[in-house]
């Protein structure tokens, strides 16, 4: 049975915690296959909140094969916070795998990321300082720490002496920060290594017996498209590839195992920290959609700039991600609004006009919006069956994005609640079972 992806689709936040949440009670096994714990996910079950960093959300299922993949780096110290959390509320983490390929963000990564967030000013990335980025950046200059490292003492006090040879000097000098001391911190992280050392496997070769076996494979996406390290709108990016074909690399299977990839979108747009956004609502609308949005970030509780929906963003995501559907979520959010445009091209400083996402970096700098205003639904999306219930200018909307995409909306959120979704064909057909 091949394996299904679920990715953001815009620029993270689009609520593929409660997608992923959803499909995995039709998945035998969660994987995510990039990022760091700069990815809260937000899942509401039974009026209970649960914010997840590093763990897939599949762990709030009993059962389920959870799987942080080679993709991902892990702070093993917010790790380990994360999972003595859930344990102290009654779910297990027995079934969690992290791979032994992953990075590790160490302390001097997360000193280094506020250091040079502070001295970049105005040009800050808006980066969640956690330290995600320096230890992407250690990985590919081939001197990071990976997991299997921590649980043998003798290479780990070998690679810290390496690695604090040099990062202690950029501490000291370039950032006047305090050095750090090897064997403090050899001590420090042997500890937590004991503590996750019954948690680390060969999670690629899982992955591949689970999908020989038939089992249902979901793996996670963490941000979004427009975050890509490679096809984002860089620099204000993140430091790994969120689109789908990464989700192959991320978990150590070919992009032969996958056939569905399902993105999340926002029934309109939300992005955090510094960066290009043509879409971004003026006026009091933007106040209206962050508060009925409640769009502040889970991990760092910042206020999120809101814009109306972008379909040449989205047509960009169908084209990098291969999406073969899309889940369309926070609907209900625009039911306050009489009016809403939807962006259908940019128009170009040069007076020409795109329906296509610009390659080149100043031109997106300076694309200005070209909408269509559809007319807004303005009553409540409260208990609707499936989506043929939806008002009839509800329908219209996700329709426009269909014909506009050229991509099926399989799914609608209508509510934070994991009850309110309504689907075109079942929750299991779209998790890539039927
Ligand atoms: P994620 O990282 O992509 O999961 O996104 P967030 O952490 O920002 O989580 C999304 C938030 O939106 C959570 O609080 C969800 O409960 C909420 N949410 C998800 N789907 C919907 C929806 O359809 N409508 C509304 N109003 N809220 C939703």
Redo the contacts with the bound molecule.
């Keep these: 049975m091949p394996a299904t992806v679920i990715v953001?689709a815009q620029w993270?936040?689009?609520?593929?915690?409660?997608i992923v949440d959803l499909l995995a009670q039709h998945s035998d096994v969660v994987c995510r296959y990039q990022g760091g714990p700069n990815?809260?996910?937000?899942i509401?079950r039974d009026g209970e909140t649960f914010k997840l960093h590093h763990v897939p959300s599949g762990v709030l299922y009993e059962g389920k094969v959870c799987v942080v993949g080679p993709g991902c780096v892990v702070d093993p110290e917010l790790l380990v916070r994360e999972l003595d959390e859930l344990e102290a509320r009654g779910i297990s983490t027995a079934d969690l795998r992290v791979s032994g390929n992953a990075h590790v963000i160490m302390p001097w990564h997360v000193a280094i990321d506020s250091a040079s967030e502070r001295r970049l000013g105005q040009l800050q990335i808006g980066t969640t300082r956690r330290g995600i980025g320096p230890a992407y950046a250690d990985k590919s200059a081939r001197i990071g720490i990976r997991v299997q490292d921590m649980l043998d003492p003798k290479i780990l006090r070998q690679k810290f002496e390496t690695a604090l040879a040099e990062k202690n000097e950029i501490l000291v000098r370039v950032y006047r920060a305090a050095p750090l001391a090897v064997e403090d911190l050899a001590e420090r992280v042997e500890t937590l290594a004991a503590r996750l050392r019954p948690y680390v496997a060969d999670t690629s070769l899982l992955v591949d017996h689970a999908l020989n076996e038939g089992r249902r494979v979901l793996l996670e996406g963490a941000q979004g498209t427009l975050l890509d390290l490679d096809h984002g709108t860089y620099p204000f990016v993140t430091s790994s590839n969120p689109t789908a074909g990464a989700a192959a690399t991320g978990t150590g299977i070919g992009p032969t195992r996958i056939d569905t990839v399902v993105g999340?979108a926002k029934a309109y747009v939300t992005r955090v920290g510094e960066g290009p956004f043509p879409t971004e609502i003026q006026g009091a609308d933007h106040a209206r959609v962050r508060e009925l949005?409640?769009e502040y970030g889970?991990t760092t509780g910042r206020e999120r700039r809101c814009g109306w929906l972008d379909l040449v963003a989205l047509r960009f995501a169908v084209r990098v991600n291969g999406l073969t559907s899309l889940a369309m979520?926070?609907?209900?959010?625009l039911s306050a609004f009489p009016e809403l445009p939807v962006c259908v091209r940019y128009r170009l400083p040069d007076g020409n006009e795109t329906s296509e996402f610009p390659a080149h970096q100043s031109d997106f700098h300076h694309a200005r919006p070209v909408y269509e205003s559809l007319p807004g639904w303005e009553e409540s999306l409260d208990d609707l069956g499936d989506l043929g219930d939806l008002p009839a200018a509800a329908r219209r909307y996700v329709a426009f994005v269909e014909d506009a995409l050229g991509v099926e909306v399989c799914m609608v959120?209508?509510?934070?609640d994991r009850e309110?979704i309504l689907t075109s064909r079942g929750l299991a057909a779209v998790a890539g079972s039927a």
């Design positions: 953001g993270g936040d689009e609520g593929k915690g409660k990815a809260g996910h937000t509401v999340v949005g409640a889970t979520t926070k609907l209900d959010v959120g209508t509510g934070p309110r």
